[in-house]
């Protein structure tokens, strides 16, 4: 294929990752009408169909598929090549994207940014939240961070954070009504905040672990969340007792609005780190974020 074709590959990376014409055409800057053509010559020299339209949806076919595996992560990787070569400056200077959850964000990402980026104007952080596991050479991110016990032995980890360690935690008013647990099986007669994985689907089991004992339980209760932030809300409100990050109830916890509970059953574990590939060249920009969000201890 001619080099001046990988244009149209680009342009059908955009298409299939977004399932949309109008969306993609928005992010390209040009019209749906010439991006469906681009994509029509593309495919008409390729000689298969990459793309299933209807007046609803756009989907890949097989071939689309495959070819997307294949295309997306090498111009990822060029494009990683073409910025490092391209820093001639000074300065660094380039764009960063992040995909991470929630909760990192808010305890660990944005403090850090927050603090060491106006020593950097021509860096460009985009941070993605989300709270299923990615595959960040294929979607295209810079890095991803994780929990330490969660990134693939494949990949480069900085640790970014402290250790952690979820608590139980309820409001004072709950356990006036309710006597609190003194061990975690107590907690299948209590009313609980559930939290709903991102990645399976399904009810996260509350871990435990006392004396080297690991144990789970599966809890009920009247709310569930896909986030911590409602569920530390709902505990704060008397809705019952949350599973939740000590950081994100430390104060209330000291203020008097939440009790610990089970405190002896709730074992440290690796905190937050930023991954990415280890065959990954690395621009100037991208390091200095590492290099700010790099736990110092």
């Known amino acids: 294929m001619a080099r001046e074709n990988l244009n149209d590959l680009a342009t059908f ?34 000689g298969y169909r990459l793309l299933t339209r209807t007046t609803r949806s756009v989907s890949t076919t097989e071939a689309g598929e495959r070819l997307l595996g294949v295309v997306a992560p090498r111009l990822h990787e060029i494009e990683a090549e ?50 299923s596991f990615t595959d960040i050479a294929a979607e295209r991110f810079d890095a991803g961070v994780r929990l330490g016990e969660s990134v693939e032995k494949d990949m480069v980890a900085v640790r970014i954070g402290p250790d952690g360690r979820l608590v139980a935690v309820g409001s004072p008013s709950y356990f006036e009504r309710h006597a609190p647990p003194t061990v975690p099986q107590d907690l299948v007669a209590h009313s609980c905040v559930n939290l709903r994985l991102a990645t399976h689907g399904g009810l996260y089991a509350w871990e435990f672990e006392k004396d080297g004992r690991p ?69 100037s920009a991208f390091q200095t974020i590492v290099n700010l969000l790099r736990y110092r201890g």
């Open 215 to 283: 144990l789970r339980v599966r809890v009920e209760g009247q709310l569930t969340f896909n986030t911590i932030r409602p569920m530390v809300e709902a505990a704060l409100a008397g809705y019952g007792i949350a599973f939740v990050p000590e950081d994100s109830v430390v104060e209330h916890v000291r203020d008097g609005r939440l009790v610990q509970v089970l405190d002896e059953w709730c074992q440290p574990f690796a905190g937050f780190h930023l991954y990415y590939p280890s065959r990954r060249q690395n621009s």
């Open 82 to 131: 073409l910025e490092v070569l391209g820093e001639l400056r000074e300065r660094p200077a380039g764009s960063v994207r992040i995909t991470c959850s929630e909760h990192a964000a808010e305890t660990i990402l944005w403090p850090k940014l927050r603090d060491g980026l106006p020593d950097y104007p021509d860096i460009k952080v985009e941070l993605f939240i989300e709270h």
């Open 13 to 46: 990376v955009v298409v299939a990752k977004v399932r949309s014409f109008t969306k993609a055409a928005a992010e390209l800057g040009v019209s749906p009408s010439a991006l469906s053509q681009t994509i029509r010559l593309l495919e008409e020299r390729l």
